[in-house]
């Protein structure tokens, strides 16, 4: 006999803090991406440029930490889905029905997580490190030229 898979239904609550918080990051990158691009618009001079471009690599690590929250929720789900033998854990809401998964499938699924979270996370603070260390070639390539 075919059993029907175990079903988490979807709670509308965390599906509206979700659209939210989504709605907040995006309406906050577009003001921080305009501000950006009409100051940078009006910058004639090299070494204002030069100073500019450090500030924009900060704010672009700033926004590296900040990203580095939900993946550290993402690490912990995956986590507790480890322990509790179970996806997703207990306790967590979702935002769509989600199937359940049980023993190692469960546990499968929060190490793929885990992993996903910590290759996010390397990802997002090599990015600004990488992008510095190529101004700094190109600032001191255009200097000593």
Same mark, same amino acid.
């Given at each position: 006999? #075919?059993?029907?898979?175990?079903?988490?239904?979807?709670?509308?609550?965390?599906?509206?803090?979700?659209?939210? &918080?989504?709605?907040?990051?995006?309406?906050?990158?577009?003001?921080? @991406?305009?501000?950006?691009?009409?100051?940078?618009?009006?910058? #004639? #001079?090299?070494?204002?440029?030069?100073? &500019?471009?450090?500030?924009?690599?900060?704010?672009?690590?700033?926004?590296?930490? @900040?990203?580095? &929250?939900?993946?550290?929720?993402?690490?912990?789900?995956?986590?507790?889905?480890?322990?509790?033998?179970?996806?997703?854990?207990?306790?967590?809401?979702?935002?769509?029905?989600?199937?359940?998964?049980?023993?190692?499938?469960?546990?499968?699924?929060?190490?793929?997580?885990?992993?996903?979270?910590?290759?996010?996370?390397?990802?997002?603070?090599?990015?600004?490190? @990488?992008?510095? &260390?190529?101004?700094?070639?190109?600032?001191?390539?255009?200097?000593?030229?």
């Amino acid at each position: 006999m #075919d059993r029907q898979p175990e079903i988490q239904p979807a709670d509308p609550a965390a599906r509206r803090r979700a659209l939210r &918080w989504l709605l907040v990051a995006t309406a906050l990158g577009a003001l921080l @991406l305009s501000l950006v691009d009409g100051v940078t618009r009006q910058i #004639d #001079d090299p070494l204002q440029a030069e100073r &500019w471009l450090y500030l924009l690599i900060g704010l672009l690590a700033l926004a590296g930490l @900040l990203m580095l &929250w939900p993946l550290r929720r993402l690490w912990r789900i995956g986590g507790d889905a480890i322990h509790s033998r179970r996806f997703p854990p207990p306790g967590l809401a979702v935002v769509r029905a989600t199937p359940v998964l049980r023993d190692a499938a469960a546990r499968r699924r929060g190490r793929q997580l885990q992993l996903f979270a910590l290759a996010m996370a390397l990802i997002v603070l090599l990015i600004p490190v @990488l992008l510095a &260390w190529m101004v700094l070639r190109l600032v001191g390539t255009a200097g000593a030229g």
